[in-house]
């Protein structure tokens, strides 16, 4: 009876060690391999969305085809992390801090209290913030030193795959891309806000110099090595079947959209006719334009390339 075990036992061992082991070390090397091409591949797109500054659905959907070419599904998620230049008011006291500067009494929302700038910048109504003034102790109740101002603060602005998809994909995705919005000299000198652009028929996320742009990739499921794995090791790894997992991301570093002169499709450094016959030629047909042309074309920026954007 011992000897009928004893044979058994070896029988199965033996195709543990010269079947079972060297098929699992081969879908081993597989995953491996799956793991360096899904790597190259998240990378190179990573690095093409940062270097031309903006993302389209192509783009995008492109990505996944090759993802799928190394056999496995995936769930991708991505984040942008914009850098946003928010207008603020500033009412300034007579006092100087430590470092010579006035001290800020107050600070409102620039769209809170546009109406308010406006009459104080266009008729120099000097009083007319003096009752934030009033709420520090200290401060002169003359109406000649308060002071308001028109400056930004910089923030953080995160943008998930739901709502980077749902704009790419979206038929009323068009956001201006200017802050005309902005009436006075000083606001329309200011940074503008990272905005996301697109025509009225079709997403562009544009990025700006400076913001972050990641992905995350983790394949959903189960490869022949990890069930290879369960059963070698009784189920011991049950239930972690991740083979391959990416987090990778970087800062934009180029924005090909922005051109010196907005409306010059062809970058001649001129606004002629061959802009004009460009234009023309998109009406016609929709291909006849790259990513960037259109964002070029779109001269006024109301999300429509049309007669009206010709010089």
């Not at 009928?4 to 082991?21: C, E, G």
């Not at 098929?23 to 940062?50: G, N, P, R, S």
């Not at 996320?205 to 972050?212: A, E, P, V, Y």
């Not at 934009?252 to 004009?276: C, F, M, T, W």
């Amino acid at each position: 009876m011992e000897d009928v075990v004893q044979r058994v036992f070896a029988i199965l061992l033996s195709v543990l060690i010269f079947f079972l082991l060297p098929l699992y070390i081969a879908f081993e090397k597989k995953d491996d391999i799956a793991y360096a091409l899904a790597l190259k591949i998240t990378t190179k797109f990573v690095d093409q969305v940062t270097e031309s500054g903006y993302l389209t659905m192509e783009m995008y959907d492109n990505y996944l085809g090759e993802l799928a070419t190394t056999g496995n599904v995936y769930e991708v998620k991505m984040e942008y992390t914009a850098k946003q230049y928010n207008p603020v008011i500033q009412i300034l006291g007579e006092k100087t801090g430590s470092n010579g500067k006035s001290v800020i009494v107050k600070e409102y929302d620039y769209m809170e209290k546009k109406d308010e700038y406006e009459k104080y910048e266009n008729e120099k109504v000097k009083d007319i913030f003096l009752d934030a003034e009033r709420e520090v102790t200290g401060f002169s109740k003359t109406r000649s030193t308060t002071k308001a101002q028109l400056t930004y603060k910089l923030s953080d602005r995160k943008f998930s795959t739901d709502q980077i998809l749902t704009f790419l994909n979206g038929s009323d995705n068009f956001v201006p891309s200017n802050t005309s919005s902005y009436s006075t000299k000083t606001a329309t000198s200011m940074p503008a806000n990272p905005r996301i652009y697109g025509l009225r028929d079709e997403g562009i996320m544009t990025l700006n110099t400076g913001d972050q742009f990641t992905i995350t990739v983790r394949n959903t499921n189960t490869t022949i090595a990890s069930m290879l794995f369960n059963t070698l090791t009784l189920g011991a790894n049950s239930g972690n079947d991740t083979k391959v997992y990416i987090n990778y991301g970087t800062t934009v570093k180029n924005q090909e959209y922005k051109v010196p002169l907005r409306g010059d499709i062809n970058q001649d450094a001129v606004l002629d006719s061959r802009d004009n016959a460009l234009i023309d030629e998109y009406i016609r047909d929709k291909s006849a334009l790259t990513t960037v042309q259109k964002i070029i074309a779109d001269r006024n920026g109301d999300g429509v390339i049309n007669s009206s954007d010709k010089n």
